[in-house]
């Protein structure tokens, strides 16, 4: 039986077997980790995004990297400027009211149906998560703070049946996600984020939608109110073209 060829060894898209992969898969991936990054400003706005320095992080070519970089581009989280570079987007300013109204309207429905589907089982669910956020608050890990939140709002929309809301948040609430993240390190919001999580998981534990309800709103909210200062604080993080007069 005649020995294959190094070309036979190769995949459809011309890499050989060694692991690496395909350019569909890399791109997603690459795309994903990048995203992460960027809402989470590991990659601050204005900072440039390399792409050679990219793709030989990953060990692969341009191209995944340039499909990745397109997509949260389409995205608004990078500028691709044809002469100058790709950069960290900035966080723009007059988008964050109506992503914040958008999303305290819809958690406030799901907040009154979960009081009225709620299980034992699924309250204890959201205890623990506030239990997490306590830890994460001692250990002044706010990534872990900030995923237990994730999770916290997450829940509430599976209880109420309807998930498929919360991933409709997370397509509207991207750039507000960067925004919370500057407010964390302010001296007792994680605290006060916990009280606020807590009042709305006594309503749900109570089965009271009208309580669950007005406690998100409260809760949301809370994020219109700390825009203003906390832009002042970090101006260059933040585009304020276009911004409401």
């Known amino acids: 039986m005649r020995s294959p060829k190094t070309s036979e060894l190769r995949s459809p898209i011309g890499h050989k077997r060694t692991g690496r992969p395909r350019t569909a898969t890399a791109a997603a991936r690459i795309y994903a980790d990048l ?48 002469q100058s570079g790709i950069f960290v987007s900035r966080i723009p300013l007059a988008a964050l009211p109506e992503a914040i109204i958008v999303r305290r309207s819809l958690e406030e429905t799901t907040a009154r149906i979960a009081t009225e589907r709620a299980s034992s089982s699924q309250i204890l669910g959201l205890h623990s998560i506030i239990e997490r956020q306590r830890e994460a608050e001692t250990a002044g890990d706010r990534e ?95 585009d304020q073209q276009n911004q409401p007069m």
């Open 35 to 82: 995203r992460a990054e960027l809402v989470s400003l590991q990659r601050k706005p204005g900072d440039p995004v390399l792409e050679a320095e990219i793709a030989l992080s990953y060990g692969v070519s341009r191209t995944p990297v340039r499909e990745a970089i397109l997509r949260l581009s389409d995205e608004g989280l990078v500028e691709i400027f044809p």
């Open 144 to 238: 872990a703070f900030h995923q237990a939140d994730e999770a916290f709002h997450a829940t509430i929309a599976d209880i109420a049946g309807h998930p498929g809301i919360w991933k409709l948040i997370l397509q509207v609430k991207i750039h507000v996600d960067r925004f919370r993240r500057l407010t964390l390190p302010q001296r007792g919001r994680m605290a006060e984020v916990i009280a606020e999580h807590e009042a709305i998981m006594a309503a749900i534990e109570a089965h009271d939608p009208a309580s669950a309800g007005t406690a998100m709103v409260r809760h949301l909210e809370r994020l219109l109110a700390d825009i203003s200062a906390t832009q002042h604080k970090n101006p260059e993080f933040f």
